[in-house]
């Protein structure tokens, strides 16, 4: 069940929903996203919140400019610190509902995205909610891309039944809601991208963590099936070195769940850096010699896989070597 405890930030009940859009440098996409959220066919009010997470006078103005002619309230919120953790958290405190709605700021919201986002509130014991993620090909996409998982694209459909989902389902952060007491109450986000790419290393598990501490606390998290946005897929975003860098950033997110959550030795550590050096070569090297004469998406499919291995291992590495990572990676929450 909810806590009955208060909440220390501000909320009006009168507000069925705060939508979040954490944005860093993509107003060429924002604008389509806040259009479709604002069209929302809801009954009761909602306010959107665009937090900058690259703060500039010129998207501030922007927002301000198309709030004045919106029929839902939408303000601009500057968070200076990188990280999508950061965005979110700062997204929670400017938030004047009790139920925040997080989306990126490259889909398109259904007409009634919202209205079926937030029905399932109704069961107290349900603390967070998301929905169906399709994708919006901006150019047929390429034959090979049949051999990537969806999650490469933060696609995610769970079928067309409401569901109380099982520990081993997730819900992306592109389409989720939570309620705002039970955020704080149980630690927030863990760390997730960062504009910054110097800060990469600080890169966690994001909203699986967040839901992981929901789980931990007893709080349902539910799927509904009507709450549909679609994703935005561009030519560049489907060209291998894209995928290898979302790989390779993958294996980071893997890299510190191993470090959180089993906690190895500096020893065990170590072993385990030649595991994912061995897993590396061998994807890298080996199965390409062993696969010359299959189609090139075999090609793809194995340096993809390299990459999360190479992600894991520069990760290892940097963990052996700098205990303020370790430290990081152990912290109980990530709310400052």
Request: hydrophobic share 35%; glycine share 6%.
């Amino acid at each position: 069940m909810v806590s009955n405890s208060q909440d220390t930030y501000n909320s009006k009940p009168s507000l069925r929903a705060s939508v979040i859009i954490p944005t860093y440098n993509r107003a060429r996409y924002l604008f389509d996203t806040i259009e479709s959220i604002a069209q929302q066919e809801l009954s009761g009010d909602f306010e959107i919140i665009v937090v900058d997470n690259a703060p500039s006078s010129a998207l501030k103005s922007q927002v301000e400019n198309l709030g004045a002619r919106l029929p839902a309230s939408l303000r601009y919120v500057p968070e200076p610190r990188s990280g999508l953790h950061h965005a979110r958290h700062c997204g929670a405190r400017a938030a004047e509902s009790d139920i925040l709605v997080y989306c990126d700021d490259d889909i398109i919201a259904s007409p009634r995205w919202l209205e079926a986002l937030l029905a399932p509130y109704r069961d107290n014991a349900v603390a967070c909610i998301g929905g169906k993620c399709l994708p919006r090909w901006e150019t047929p996409p390429p034959s090979w891309l049949a051999s990537i998982p969806e999650g490469y694209f933060s696609l995610l459909d769970y079928g067309n039944d409401p569901l109380s989902l099982p520990d081993d389902k997730m819900i992306y952060g592109n389409n989720l809601s939570v309620r705002k007491q039970v955020l704080f109450e149980v630690g927030g986000f863990n760390p997730d991208g960062f504009g910054d790419r110097r800060l990469i290393w600080y890169r966690g598990d994001g909203e699986c963590g967040l839901q992981r501490r929901l789980r931990a606390k007893g709080y349902k998290i539910f799927y509904a099936p009507g709450a549909v946005i679609e994703h935005r897929l561009s030519p560049e975003r489907l060209t291998p070195e894209r995928l290898r860098r979302r790989a390779f950033d993958s294996g980071i997110e893997a890299n510190f769940c191993y470090y959180r959550y089993q906690q190895p030795s500096l020893g065990r550590l170590a072993v385990y850096f030649f595991d994912r050096a061995t897993r590396y070569i061998y994807h890298r090297l080996v199965k390409r010699i062993v696969l010359e004469r299959k189609p090139e998406e075999y090609f793809l499919r194995e340096s993809i896989n390299a990459a999360f291995y190479l992600g894991q291992l520069l990760h290892t590495l940097h963990l052996l070597r700098y205990p303020a990572l370790r430290s990081h990676c152990l912290r109980e929450n990530y709310l400052d």
